[in-house]
């Protein structure tokens, strides 16, 4: 959802929940909540998966839908662990390497 004003509509008509509440629903601190909204979460595909939201005065606000919305687009995205030691990295590169030796590309 791009427009703004929509997010807001269908957020206001599923019922609006503080951060506080939020974070009671899903187990994790306000902050986490927040951020959620704010910047989202990068799932192992790269892709951003942002908790539907908007600031009303000072407070940040969202429904237990969107919530819901939120784990679901989580759900489903492959399980890859990044290559983290040298070794590892030197490993798939090699491995990598082969791969193009036997295509003949190079």
């Known amino acids: 959802m791009n427009d703004p004003t929509c997010e807001i509509e269908q957020l206001?008509?599923?019922?609006?929940?503080?951060?506080a509440e939020a974070s009671t629903i899903i187990r994790r601190h306000p902050a986490t909540v927040t951020r959620w909204v704010l910047t989202g979460v990068r799932l192992a595909?790269?892709?951003r998966v942002r908790l539907q939201g908007f600031r009303l005065g000072g407070s940040i606000r969202t429904s237990r839908p969107a919530i819901t919305r939120f784990i679901a687009a989580q759900q489903g995205e492959p399980a890859e662990t990044p290559i983290t030691t040298p070794a590892a990295r030197r490993r798939a590169d090699a491995a990598a390497e082969a791969v193009l030796d036997a295509a003949g590309i190079k």
């Open 45 to 47: 595909s790269g892709r």
């Open 12 to 19: 206001t008509e599923e019922g609006l929940i503080g951060m």
